[in-house]
């Protein structure tokens, strides 16, 4: 008989359509605390596909944008820390203290406020978080990661944006070439990479000032950094529709196909009697 192979058929589409409980995302797996009183370091595993990503809007005075979408789906400690100093106006008037070019343009020193450029560099918020790792960010061009000192859960409000590639800064590669820990990327910018470059170019001392041989000549001051709730998008970077932002990351068929395997089932059915 024809129709039982078509019945087969017909019901193998059914089932591809119903959501599986084992989709969901990984969770976080991170190493237990030594000597410090909090986890020193958070490896996370894999990114989260169903986080939606925020955006930092970060207004340079006299150069322009730079737009940077915040993995809050790889390294969400790091995140959170940034938006919050950002939303709370921390980063407002704060001028980028190194820029490097062909490495990186660094800033997020509250001390660049003060007259003095000898103690840039050496300040920070009140808070400390742990080195957030994930294997999937990494430094990339463009890539923004935290800065912090030798102990591995400094960081706390400077960061950094990549001028060209710059791998050797990620933890895998120090880890397995000294036994260091890398740095955290939370971030890359998406719009505005040549107004970072710019920066990272910028004129600096030299050797005029060797102990400012890195700091810029003029200031270049962030007047504001806005954070922006992104769009859900799917794994291939498009834009969910209601449907699938209610389904998650799901595969699923239309209604429609189901309708038409049980209308063609039928009338095959019908049409043998």
């Known amino acids: 008989m024809k129709i039982l192979p ?9 089932l591809l359509s119903l959501p599986s409980d084992g989709d969901g995302p990984a969770e976080s797996q991170t ?5 410090s009183p909090y986890q020193e370091v958070v490896y996370t595993e894999q990114q989260e596909l169903n986080v939606t990503n925020r955006l930092a809007v970060i207004e340079v005075s006299g150069w322009g944008e730079i737009v940077i979408e915040l993995y809050d789906n790889m390294a969400p400690i790091t995140t959170d820390n940034f938006a919050d100093l950002a939303s709370s106006g921390f980063y407002d008037g704060i001028s980028f203290h190194r820029c490097m070019e062909g490495f990186v343009a660094q800033t997020g020193d509250p001390n660049t406020r003060n007259n003095n450029p000898y103690d840039d560099g050496m300040g920070g918020s009140s808070t400390t978080i742990p080195l957030e790792i994930c294997p999937n960010a990494t430094h990339i061009d463009g890539a923004v990661g935290m800065a ?6 400094s960081a706390s409000s400077q960061f950094y944006i990549c001028d060209g590639p710059q791998h050797e800064l990620d933890d895998s590669e120090r880890m397995e070439n000294n036994g260091d820990h890398g ?7 998406i719009e505005g990479l040549d107004v970072a470059k710019s920066i990272a170019g910028c004129e ?7 102990l400012l041989s890195n700091h810029p000549v ?10 922006i709730e992104g769009e859900p998008i799917d794994v291939m970077g498009e834009k969910m529709s209601p449907v699938e932002k209610e389904g998650g990351n799901t595969p699923f068929l239309p209604i429609s196909t189901l309708s038409l395997s049980f209308l063609l089932l039928s009338f095959l059915f019908h049409r043998r009697r």
């Open 218 to 227: 003029d200031d270049i001051v962030m007047t504001r950094v806005t954070i």
């Open 31 to 35: 190493l237990e605390p030594t000597d």
């Open 204 to 210: 600096t001392y030299g050797n005029l000032r060797p």
């Open 183 to 189: 740095y955290a990327v939370f971030g890359v910018v």
């Open 6 to 14: 078509l019945a087969l058929l017909s019901i193998s589409i059914i």
């Open 148 to 153: 912090r000192s030798s102990e591995p859960d």
